[in-house]
């Protein structure tokens, strides 16, 4: 059976779509090019893929449409293609659940380094990940399996993470009590630096809290610190 990551890219400039599969299929990724939101459905349905590369500007049913449909098919990684100054689309982006996101024009070995990053983070590359600590880890009644890269609430049922969320909240349970940096975060999840309008790490924080049912304005867990970043406030217990 074939392992090779199977990559979904949906764009509608020709150009760009040729260009990504041609070098995708160099670097031995497996690659199914799509112009809108109808194909990328029907492409869908047909084939199993690891991970969705997708623009946000497209004809007819928009990316963000189109995200929020493959986020009810389950938690497969996406890393949004977005135009320079589209802020707002991006932050909305990234609060449906995308992985990363990438500004046109792009480097396509920069993008490839994204997608590797992702698919390393959701565990979908038949490479071996190293360096993950197989411990399991205890705070506030949650449990944190970082093995089987899973969450369980308090009373012992699974939470579905994302791997950008799991990857977040690995971060901050391992630094528990010690604030991170926006800057830190991003070195540590992405290896890049924070832009002066870089949200991402502010809006996967959001969606984390909320999965962890702690509250934003009243956060217990996940609190922010004013000009600092980000604190993971409970006690943690190694398993």
Same mark, same amino acid.
């Given at each position: 059976?074939?392992q ?6 949906v764009?509608d400039?020709?150009?760009i779509?040729?260009?990504?599969a041609q070098f ?7 690659v199914?090019?799509?112009r809108?939101?109808?194909?990328a ?12 590369v997708l623009?946000l500007?497209l004809p007819g ?7 929020r449909?493959l ?16 802020e707002?689309d991006?932050?909305i ?9 990438m ?7 920069? %993008?490839?380094? &994204?997608i590797?990053?992702?698919?390393? $983070? !959701?565990g =979908?590359?038949?490479?071996? @990940?190293?360096?993950v600590?197989?411990r ?8 944190l399996?970082?093995a089987?890269?899973r969450?369980?609430n308090?009373d012992d049922?699974?939470v579905p993470?994302?791997?950008?969320e ?22 540590? %999840?992405?290896? &890049?630096?924070?832009g002066?309008?870089? $949200? !991402?790490? =502010?809006v996967?924080?959001? @969606? ?32």
């Open positions: 059976m074939d090779t990551p199977h990559i979904l890219v764009d400039d020709r150009e779509r040729d260009l990504l995708l299929e160099k670097q031995r990724l497996r199914t090019a799509v809108d939101g109808k194909e459905r029907r492409a869908w349905l047909n084939g199993h893929f690891q991970l969705v623009d500007m049913e928009s990316g963000l449409e189109l995200a449909w986020r009810t098919q389950g938690e497969i990684p996406i890393v949004m293609l977005t135009a320079m100054g589209e707002t991006r932050i982006g990234l609060e449906l659940g995308a992985d990363d996101y500004p046109k024009p792009f480097n396509p070995r920069e %993008l490839l380094a &994204r590797r990053a992702v698919l390393r $983070r !959701a =979908d590359t038949v490479e071996p @990940r190293h360096g600590s197989m399991g880890y205890k705070f506030g009644g949650w449990a399996e970082p089987r890269r969450l369980l308090p049922v699974e993470l994302t791997g950008g799991f990857d977040l909240l690995l971060a901050l349970v391992e630094r528990a009590n010690r604030v991170l940096t926006r800057d830190m975060l991003l070195d540590l %999840l992405r290896g &890049r630096q924070a002066p309008f870089d $949200r !991402a790490i =502010d996967a924080v959001s @969606r984390l809290r909320r999965k962890l049912e702690d509250d934003g304005r009243h956060a217990q867990l996940i609190k922010t610190v004013r000009g600092g970043g980000y604190v993971l406030a409970a006690t943690v217990e190694r398993a």
